[in-house]
């Protein structure tokens, strides 16, 4: 079955406890991103990555690392989190067609994190 | 950047009634999806329409890429269709291959 999956579902931890949220598609996609989803702001996206090795920021990466060594996985750190990080985190991909633009994205089930 | 509309913001249906969400959006796209986001936050792909209709069940897209809008149809409504709808489309390669979200349909649906 084609999905993305992203662990943990739900985490709750401290101020300053570094940590990482996971996530690996199995559909051989190139495009990968993270968004974070806050009541009244939407979703927004954090990290993006266009292929193996390539990554950047979206609009709000503040206080977030990404890395992308394997084409399956993408996952997001928090090196330091803090409680305005508290959120609904997805992680999506899909693939590029010849233009490089993206087609049909999937996300993953979310990770609920909670900073206190 | 682009930007996308979603209408009516709330809504509230009986059990076994139709409804039309609308999806606006500002500029050209290549390509739009439809999600809903369950009661336990997840989002599921509903369609992927860059133009013209589909159908699924009892839900089906139409999306006017040169009028700028998309519907997205539910038919005969059940409990389990409540939850958030988005339309979502992709902003252009130089913005990083974001998709823009919209603010979102809530639906309620009664028994």
């Known amino acids: 079955e084609a999905q993305v999956t992203q662990n943990p579902r739900y985490l709750i931890t401290v101020t300053g406890k570094k940590l990482t949220v996971t996530c690996s598609q199995n559909?051989?996609?190139?495009?990968m991103s993270w968004y974070r989803q806050d009541p009244g702001l939407g979703l927004r996206q954090i990290y993006y990555?266009?292929?193996?090795?390539?990554?950047d920021k979206g609009d709000v990466p503040e206080g977030y690392k990404v890395s992308r060594k394997e084409k399956r996985n993408f996952p997001l750190i928090l090196e330091s989190p803090s409680p305005n990080q508290t959120s609904l985190y997805f992680c999506?991909?899909?693939?590029?067609?010849?233009?490089?633009?993206?087609?049909?994205?999937?996300f993953g089930q979310g990770t609920r994190l909670t900073v206190v | 950047g682009i930007q996308v509309e979603q209408s009516p913001p709330d809504l509230i249906l009986q059990e076994g009634a139709n409804s039309t969400l609308r999806c606006n959006f500002s500029?050209?796209?290549?390509?739009l999806q439809w999600f809903h986001q369950n009661p336990w936050g997840q989002l599921i792909n509903l369609f992927y329409?860059?133009?013209g209709t589909k159908q699924n069940g009892r839900l089906s897209a139409t999306t006017v890429a040169t009028e700028r809008y998309s519907l997205l149809y539910i038919s005969s409504s059940q409990t389990t269709d409540s939850g958030v709808y988005f339309c979502?489309?992709?902003?252009?390669?130089?913005?990083?291959?974001?998709?823009?979200f919209g603010g979102g349909t809530r639906v309620l649906v009664k028994p």
């Open positions: 999506a991909s899909s693939s590029l067609d010849r233009a490089h633009m993206n087609t049909e994205a999937f």
């Open positions: 559909m051989n996609h190139e495009y």
């Open positions: 990555s266009m292929n193996v090795e390539v990554t």
């Open positions: 500029d050209s796209v290549n390509n």
């Open positions: 329409i860059p133009s």
């Open positions: 979502a489309v992709p902003q252009i390669k130089a913005a990083g291959n974001k998709l823009t």
